[in-house]
């Protein structure tokens, strides 16, 4: 690559982290309220960075359509589509209350049940799948990815973010006897857990995390249903209004959140191998 065209694609590559971070400080109320993703990218926007340009080196210049599995209201979504150029972007979610308001924001929905159904498509259809913050939801992983491979094209993207149950802070809660805050026992009441979750959170409510994996475990299970791992993010304690980290909290954890497998948050890109 000689230096102008160098320049050229780092020019390109700022103009479309200005796009996108246009578009994240757009993104509505409710879209961030429901998505940790969101406010991972909206706090952390060199990590927001690397995954775009990740994203962006590795998709073909060719972009018809993408698909969010577990889409919400659509905000991150439309997001990642509209700063790469997606001509189509469409969504699948079981929840009735959010789809329409995706639908608003020009998202193709559809109701679908990720860990049950088979996904309304035809095989080798979209350009990129993405899944933020889903898995925790599923009791079991197989029909998600194995149908997201179906419906990806040769050498298709799987964007996807989810807890960690490997984390630095699980290791040490389970140690202790406590329960890991991102597995839940109870619809109802959250149980179990440290009192420095009651310390850090105004508000502590379950929010249906009936399941968890480490690193190593998602990785095998993606290999398994062919993908290749392209690159993988650690992800530290997720911001929020009423969270309050002292210094020596903050210090630990951003230390050891370097290590995507002690990190609190994983965020991996895959790629549909042919074979």
């Known amino acids: ?66 698909l969010d599995l577990g889409c919400g209201y659509g905000g991150l979504a439309k997001l990642i589509g509209t700063t790469l150029g997606f001509n189509e972007v469409y969504g699948i979610d079981i929840n009735q ?18 860990e049950k159904e088979s996904f309304p498509f035809s095989d080798n259809y979209f350009d990129l799948a993405t899944s933020f913050g889903v898995l925790e939801h599923l009791t079991f992983f197989d029909n998600m990815i194995k149908e997201t491979h179906r419906i990806l094209k ?13 984390s630095w802070v699980n290791r040490f809660t389970l140690l202790l006897g406590y329960q890991p805050r991102n597995l839940e026992i109870s619809r109802f009441k959250v149980f179990g857990v440290h009192k420095l979750y009651h310390k850090l959170y ?17 990785k095998e299970l993606l290999e398994y249903y062919r993908f290749k791992i392209v690159e993988c993010w650690g992800v530290g304690i997720i911001p929020s209004p009423d969270i309050k980290l002292n210094f020596g909290l903050k210090l630990l954890d951003s230390i050891l959140s370097k290590k995507a497998n002690l990190a609190i948050r994983f965020i991996l890109i895959a790629r549909k191998s042919v074979k």
């Open 1 to 66: 690559m000689t230096y102008k065209q160098n320049s050229q694609t780092v020019r390109s590559m700022e103009s479309l982290y200005i796009k996108a971070e246009e578009l994240l400080n757009d993104v509505s109320e409710q879209d961030i309220e429901s998505s940790a993703t969101l406010n991972v990218f909206r706090a952390n926007k060199t990590l927001f960075r690397k995954v775009l340009r990740t994203l962006n080196n590795e998709l073909n210049s060719e972009r018809k359509r993408m």
């Open 97 to 114: 209350h959010r789809l329409p308001i995706a639908k608003e924001k020009g998202v193709h929905v559809y109701e679908c049940n990720l």
């Open 154 to 166: 040769d050498n298709g993207v799987f964007l996807l973010s989810a807890p960690n149950l490997g």
């Open 202 to 218: 105004e508000e502590i409510s379950p929010v249906g995390h009936i399941s968890s994996c480490t690193l190593k475990a998602i």
